[in-house]
């Protein structure tokens, strides 16, 4: 396991505690987000959100960078992003769930009102299937949230590691040696 040489902590380890900070604020403003009704001040809550998270990871990866430069940070910020994302889908299945459950009930219901509004008819399979839909949602709504923050989290961490790490590659320097006597074998 590696240690880093001041604190003696893994990286898995600091990792962890990166990721409940990235996760933190996540929670805070999807929480503010459900407390609010206003949908111009969600979006802005959710653009602040996003920001703030790329900011916060780029800090996190530059800080690792530093107290080793001789990996890329690549796979740290990904590690991070993965952790955090978990604590993220765990938090919007409790939102869903136990903290705002009537929250998915008036989402579907508006639906409703707004497809009957304009004419809309749905088959009773359709409905059979939304109704399902709305029953599973904090569970639906938890693989996804895990699904989407891993996947910015992957795409943040390749873009952010080429200016966070003292080594550029995502490969460690025995992948890029293998990768160079294979290309001289033909």
Known sequence: MENTPATG???WSLAAKDGLILAAVTVVISTLTFLTKNTILSSLLWLIKLGGSIWLLSVI???YGKAHPEESTFSYG???CVLSALVCAV?????YQFLFPNAVAEAF???YTQFEQM??????EFTDVLLKMEDNYA???????FVWCTLLGLL???ILARTTSGNRSVFTPEEMKQNQDDEFNF
């Open 9 to 11: 902590n893994s990286k």
């Open 61 to 63: 990866m530059k800080r």
């Open 78 to 80: 990904l590690i991070v």
């Open 91 to 95: 938090w919007a299945f409790v939102e």
């Open 109 to 111: 219901e508006q639906m």
């Open 119 to 124: 004419g809309s008819m749905f088959p009773d």
């Open 139 to 145: 569970q639906i709504n938890c693989i996804s949230t």
């Open 156 to 158: 943040f961490s390749a």
